[in-house]
């Protein structure tokens, strides 16, 4: 099971990849499209999103699992 998924751009397109996983799950002309679906990947498995720009750097991530910094109250 991974660990984490990530919303990335490469070679024109958009994809979702698991963690150490050398192939796309799936790709997608859009971000709001490849985002959706690794929320979906995130929620079924329970594992961290993370959501990359362009340029590669970390735009957004979201906890579907243990979150290790939950909330108080």
């Given at each position: 099971?991974?660990?984490s998924v990530?919303?990335?751009y490469s070679q024109g397109e958009w994809k979702v990849r698991r963690e150490g996983s050398l192939r796309a799950?799936?790709?997608f002309e859009t971000?709001?499209?490849a985002v959706?679906?690794?929320k979906k990947i995130g929620r079924e498995n329970?594992?961290?999103l993370y959501i990359h720009k362009m340029d590669?750097?970390?735009s957004g991530r979201?906890?579907?699992g243990n979150d290790p910094f939950p909330p108080r109250g």
């Open positions: 099971m991974p660990r990530h919303v990335v799950t799936k790709v971000k709001s499209d959706e679906y690794g329970r594992v961290e590669g750097r970390i979201n906890s579907y």
